[in-house]
């Protein structure tokens, strides 16, 4: 029985891995369950196998999607030689990339869905927020910004990158995007530089941001 089931989890992943590109390279559209079952080389009754539903299948994609994306920011952010100025626009780079649209476009078309209290989209709720407020908070603390400061400005960064994101999507104005965002990363590092100033040097003039090696 268990390894049935780990069987049974592998091909689910797999079929996740294989949606996640899908959808990345197409987005989704009116994309029926039976079209993407055919893109994916399946059977549109696994993926209800797997999945429950064409709305069940979106959301597992956010969710990958997100895990993912908190993996690379911890990845980013970890560089201990990296200043966190540099840090963040190495961030804001990848995740404000095109080929990371159809995606987000998708994640927060069920956000919106989710908070409508739609049945097929409420469990992306789940966590939405708080997981990735962890791994920004722990990062903080561990720069040596007090805890509770830490995670209240993890929300901040959390909820700045959201929105910038959705005007990036929504405006396609990625030059003024990008200009507040870098007016947002002078602000949070001028604060962490005044809250453990002794582990960070100075800014070097003309580094840091895209805008300045653009």
């Not at 049935?4 to 989704?28: F, K, S, Y």
């Not at 549109?44 to 959301?59: C, N, Q, T, Y």
């Not at 003024?176 to 960070?200: H, K, N, Q, T």
């Amino acid at each position: 029985m268990v390894h049935l089931t780990v069987r049974g989890d592998e091909a689910r992943q797999r079929l996740l891995d294989r949606a996640i590109a899908h959808v990345a390279e197409n987005g989704i559209g009116d994309l029926s369950l039976r079209a993407m079952a055919t893109a994916l080389g399946t059977s549109h009754r696994m993926l209800i196998h797997h999945f429950g539903s064409k709305e069940g299948l979106w959301v597992a994609i956010a969710r990958a999607v997100e895990a993912r994306q908190r993996e690379v920011l911890t990845r980013v952010m970890e560089g201990s030689d990296r200043r966190p100025r540099d840090a963040m626009w190495a961030w804001w780079r990848h995740i404000s990339d095109r080929s990371l649209w159809p995606n987000e476009r998708l994640f927060f078309e069920l956000y919106g869905q989710a908070l409508q209290g739609r049945p097929h989209a409420t469990d992306l709720l789940d966590g939405v927020v708080d997981a990735w407020l962890d791994p920004a908070a722990e990062l903080l603390t561990a720069a040596g910004v007090p805890a509770a400061e830490a995670r209240a400005r993890a929300r901040l960064g959390v909820a700045v990158t959201r929105g910038l994101l959705l005007d990036l999507l929504a405006t396609g104005d990625a030059a003024g995007v990008d200009a507040a965002m870098e007016a947002f990363i002078d602000l949070w590092v001028g604060w962490l530089e005044l809250v453990v100033s002794p582990r960070y040097p100075p800014r070097e003039e003309g580094t840091g941001g895209r805008l300045a090696s653009s």
